[in-house]
């Protein structure tokens, strides 16, 4: 199994940065994690899921959603196991909950079998 924890979240001003990072524990993820990719994404209220940012836990590529493009930055540090979503420049926004996600998603979300609990994000103007 594989557990992921997210923390990070709050309150920012616009213009401002936060820095989400998500741990992840659990045989699973020590033993057989080749290939995956870990994921971010967010969920306003009312709305569907919608995929941020994933990272390959190994090659270290990435990609992005159009919307966060030279904004956030997703990395990964694989000797302490934890994912981290840098962003910068916000935006007065619809408050979201960012969800990391772990498995071999890419920027699909169906693709991703473990998930984390969610850490609420608020930008205000």
């Known amino acids: 199994q594989v557990q992921l924890v997210e923390s990070g979240g709050g309150l920012a001003q616009a213009g401002g940065s936060l820095r989400l990072s998500c741990a992840a524990s659990?045989?699973?993820?020590?033993?057989?994690?080749?290939?995956?990719?870990m994921g971010w994404f967010r969920q306003p209220p009312g709305k569907e899921r919608e995929f941020v940012a994933a990272?390959?836990?190994?090659?270290?590529?990435?990609n992005y959603a159009d919307f966060p493009k030279g904004r956030f930055a997703i990395s990964i540090n694989n000797y302490n196991d934890t994912e981290y979503l840098r962003m910068n420049r916000l935006r007065p926004e619809n408050p979201a909950v960012y969800y990391c996600?772990?498995?071999?998603?890419?920027?699909?979300?169906?693709?991703?079998?473990?998930w984390g609990q969610g850490t609420q994000v608020t930008v205000a103007a």
């Open positions: 990272i390959r836990r190994f090659s270290g590529s990435t």
């Open positions: 659990g045989r699973t993820f020590s033993t057989n994690t080749m290939g995956w990719f």
């Open positions: 996600a772990g498995e071999r998603g890419g920027n699909c979300e169906s693709g991703y079998g473990y």
